[in-house]
């Protein structure tokens, strides 16, 4: 009898064990397989080289036994990156290719300008690099590549037209984004991701008022302006549409931290935080970003009207080089 | 101490039931645990090794308080015989001889189901990671969101598991303890709710003040039970 016992108890831990570590395995295949947003890549870099920073404060202390170290930051490369923060570049002079072309005859604006083809997807480099193992200079590189193909400096393309109607159209488009922009920066900038749990201290109704402000003023300003024009009627209701979808994201994410402050029980408040960050707070954080990039689409043919030669990159060739800078730098 | 009871008790009081189901809810809660870690690692397209997530279990507190501790604390209540005026003390001749086999089985016991949990550990996490000798950058940046102290850091990943696994087995060899001395006065499911709250405070106040406490209240309940062994009267 008791050898029956005993064998049970360990055929039961047996099953146990291998169950256990077949379902981590299918885990892993299926984390690997999926694939990421651009949201979900540029967060993932923000918060390597957050977990990159803590390194080394951890390393810093263990080595000094010293309590509180300071460490300098030097990843400003990385947060272009991830803001929409036009930049002071020129636009650089692309060979033309060979796409469809738009002509008005009545204004004699021409517009020709490619959509994808920058890197070849099917063929991705043999080699692998970090964005946190790039060099100042190689940062600046990427970041100023991702601006001149993606991100566009609506004021650089406003300056630059000779035309005074389209200029008109590319200065309204340039204030409408950076309308959107300045509020990513906001966010940016409040929230620190260098400790997550943070965020449960971050002041986010302060935050809200600040973003419905700007709404409002916004709506204000160029309600009027774009009925007239397709394209930027599309972009200031995508502009409205983002704020709108920003302020109820803020208030999911400040419901959840309001729940974390509130609970007298430490050890429950452990398990919200955790609930929290990733029910609420990460899925929030990738569909405000997601909602950025959808604007930055939508202002790209008001940009890059009577302009000629210009290639833009996909989403996806975005999210390739973000995963791996070897795309474009060598 | 009468050895040949003390083998038929080990055999009559065997928790088969208990440990299997404890061998499955530590599988599931382990394998639960460890997908967080592996979420994590592939949003920061970084990795820990197998013994940082064992670590990473192990400390984690909704593991600890609300899973493994009364898992641990069902097991052990289903092992014991508490009658205190029958078989046992004539087997044992006294009724110290009794605490100390008591004693004894909480030892066993708890060692079947640190054994459990190491097996179960260990196969999740060499499934999702690779073995490493050093601690790597991902951990070292994640580890004060984790509550995890730099005395941990100092050594290399297989000491901190060694020290985690001895510390976590003390505590719950006191608790074990307690729980027997509990259920030697309350009946079977008092003292089972009872022990599990004082497990909970004293997880709580080895985790907020990182007091050894494992090892302090343990070598009090020894010492207590040795001085209860010598009373004459019960």
Same mark, same amino acid.
């Given at each position: 009898?008791?050898?029956?016992?005993? #064998?049970?108890?360990?055929?039961?831990?047996?099953?146990?064990?291998?169950?256990?570590?077949?379902?981590?395995?299918?885990?892993?295949?299926?984390?690997?397989?999926?694939?990421k947003?651009?949201?979900e890549i540029i967060l993932g870099n923000e918060a390597a080289a957050a977990l990159e920073n803590e390194a080394e404060k951890v390393e810093?202390?263990?080595? #000094?036994?010293?309590?509180?170290?300071?460490t300098t930051v030097t990843e400003e490369p990385v947060e272009t990156t991830t803001?929409?923060?036009?930049?002071?570049?020129?636009?650089? &002079?692309?060979?033309?290719?060979?796409?469809?072309?738009?002509?008005?005859?009545?204004?004699?604006?021409?517009?020709?300008?490619?959509?994808?083809?920058?890197i070849?997807?099917?063929?991705p480099p043999e080699n692998v690099i970090s964005i946190l193992a790039l060099t100042s200079e190689q940062q600046a590189l990427l970041s100023n590549y991702l601006?001149?193909?993606?991100?566009?400096?609506?004021?650089?393309?406003?300056?630059? &037209?000779?035309?005074?109607?389209?200029?008109?159209?590319?200065?309204?488009?340039?204030?409408?984004?950076?309308?959107?922009?300045?509020?990513?920066?906001?966010?940016?900038?409040?929230?620190?991701i260098s400790?997550?749990?943070?965020?449960?201290?971050?002041?986010?109704?302060?935050?809200?008022?600040?973003?419905?402000?700007?709404?409002?003023?916004?709506?204000?300003?160029?309600?009027?302006?774009?009925?007239?024009?397709?394209?930027?009627?599309?972009?200031?209701?995508?502009?409205?549409?983002?704020?709108?979808?920003?302020?109820?994201?803020?208030?999911?994410?400040?419901?959840?931290?309001?729940?974390?402050?509130?609970?007298?029980?430490?050890?429950?408040?452990?398990?919200?935080?955790?609930?929290?960050?990733?029910?609420?707070?990460?899925?929030?954080?990738?569909?405000?970003? &997601?909602?950025?990039?959808?604007?930055?689409?939508?202002?790209?043919?008001?940009?890059? &009207?009577?302009?000629?030669?210009?290639?833009?990159?996909?989403?996806?060739?975005v999210k390739a080089i973000l995963s791996n800078p070897a795309y474009i730098i060598q | 101490?009468?050895?040949?009871?003390?083998?038929?008790?080990?055999?009559?009081?065997?928790?088969?039931?208990?440990?299997?189901?404890?061998?499955?809810?530590?599988?599931?809660?382990?394998?639960?645990?460890?997908?967080?870690?592996?979420?994590?690692s592939d949003s920061v397209s970084a990795s820990f090794?197998?013994?940082?997530?064992?670590?990473?279990?192990?400390?984690?507190?909704?593991?600890?308080?609300?899973?493994?501790?009364?898992?641990?604390?069902?097991?052990?209540?289903?092992?014991?015989?508490?009658?205190?005026?029958?078989?046992?003390?004539?087997?044992?001749?006294?009724?110290?001889?009794?605490?100390?086999?008591?004693?004894?089985?909480?030892?066993?016991?708890?060692?079947?189901?640190?054994?459990?949990?190491?097996?179960?550990?260990?196969?999740?996490?060499?499934?999702?990671?690779?073995?490493a000798?050093d601690f790597t950058r991902t951990f070292f940046g994640a580890?004060?969101?984790?509550?995890?102290?730099?005395?941990?850091?100092?050594?290399?990943?297989?000491?901190?598991?060694?020290?985690?696994?001895?510390?976590?087995?003390?505590?719950?060899?006191?608790?074990?303890?307690?729980?027997?001395?509990?259920?030697?006065?309350?009946?079977?499911?008092?003292?089972?709710?009872?022990?599990?709250?004082?497990?909970?405070?004293?997880?709580?106040?080895?985790?907020?003040?990182?007091?050894?406490?494992?090892?302090?209240?343990?070598?009090?309940?020894?010492?207590?039970?040795?001085?209860?062994?010598?009373?004459?009267?019960?």
């Amino acid at each position: 009898m008791k050898f029956v016992k005993i #064998t049970a108890v360990a055929a039961a831990i047996a099953v146990s064990a291998v169950l256990a570590a077949h379902f981590t395995r299918e885990h892993i295949n299926e984390v690997h397989e999926r694939e990421k947003s651009l949201a979900e890549i540029i967060l993932g870099n923000e918060a390597a080289a957050a977990l990159e920073n803590e390194a080394e404060k951890v390393e810093e202390s263990l080595q #000094t036994a010293v309590t509180e170290i300071t460490t300098t930051v030097t990843e400003e490369p990385v947060e272009t990156t991830t803001a929409v923060i036009p930049a002071n570049t020129e636009v650089p &002079e692309i060979p033309i290719n060979t796409t469809a072309s738009i002509e008005e005859e009545q204004e004699n604006i021409v517009t020709d300008y490619q959509i994808g083809g920058l890197i070849d997807l099917n063929n991705p480099p043999e080699n692998v690099i970090s964005i946190l193992a790039l060099t100042s200079e190689q940062q600046a590189l990427l970041s100023n590549y991702l601006i001149d193909h993606y991100f566009l400096d609506g004021f650089i393309f406003a300056q630059n &037209e000779e035309n005074p109607a389209v200029r008109e159209r590319k200065y309204a488009a340039a204030e409408m984004e950076s309308a959107a922009v300045q509020t990513v920066n906001m966010i940016m900038s409040t929230i620190d991701i260098s400790n997550p749990m943070n965020i449960f201290n971050t002041d986010f109704a302060d935050l809200i008022k600040k973003v419905t402000e700007i709404r409002v003023g916004f709506a204000a300003n160029y309600g009027k302006e774009s009925i007239e024009d397709d394209d930027l009627q599309k972009l200031y209701d995508g502009s409205i549409a983002y704020f709108d979808n920003l302020i109820a994201s803020l208030e999911k994410i400040n419901t959840a931290a309001t729940d974390y402050k509130n609970s007298s029980n430490a050890l429950l408040a452990a398990s919200l935080a955790a609930k929290s960050l990733t029910e609420t707070i990460i899925p929030e954080s990738m569909n405000i970003l &997601e909602g950025s990039f959808d604007l930055v689409e939508a202002s790209q043919p008001i940009f890059l &009207e009577n302009t000629v030669g210009h290639t833009l990159l996909t989403r996806d060739e975005v999210k390739a080089i973000l995963s791996n800078p070897a795309y474009i730098i060598q | 101490m009468n050895f040949r009871y003390l083998k038929i008790s080990l055999t009559e009081d065997f928790p088969t039931f208990r440990l299997i189901i404890a061998a499955f809810v530590t599988a599931f809660a382990v394998t639960v645990t460890v997908y967080k870690h592996i979420d994590l690692s592939d949003s920061v397209s970084a990795s820990f090794s197998a013994p940082e997530t064992i670590i990473l279990t192990l400390t984690d507190m909704i593991n600890r308080v609300f899973i493994f501790l009364p898992l641990y604390i069902f097991v052990i209540s289903g092992a014991k015989s508490t009658d205190l005026g029958n078989t046992g003390v004539i087997m044992q001749r006294s009724r110290p001889g009794l605490v100390t086999l008591e004693i004894i089985k909480v030892l066993f016991y708890t060692l079947i189901f640190f054994v459990i949990l190491l097996i179960i550990v260990l196969a999740t996490s060499n499934a999702a990671f690779p073995q490493a000798e050093d601690f790597t950058r991902t951990f070292f940046g994640a580890s004060s969101s984790y509550g995890i102290s730099s005395d941990v850091l100092r050594g290399t990943p297989l000491t901190a598991v060694v020290n985690l696994f001895t510390s976590m087995f003390l505590t719950y060899f006191t608790i074990g303890i307690i729980n027997m001395f509990l259920s030697f006065m309350l009946k079977e499911e008092a003292a089972f709710v009872l022990t599990v709250i004082i497990g909970i405070l004293s997880e709580i106040l080895i985790t907020a003040y990182r007091i050894p406490l494992s090892l302090s209240a343990c070598a009090v309940f020894i010492l207590a039970s040795f001085l209860l062994m010598n009373k004459k009267n019960l």
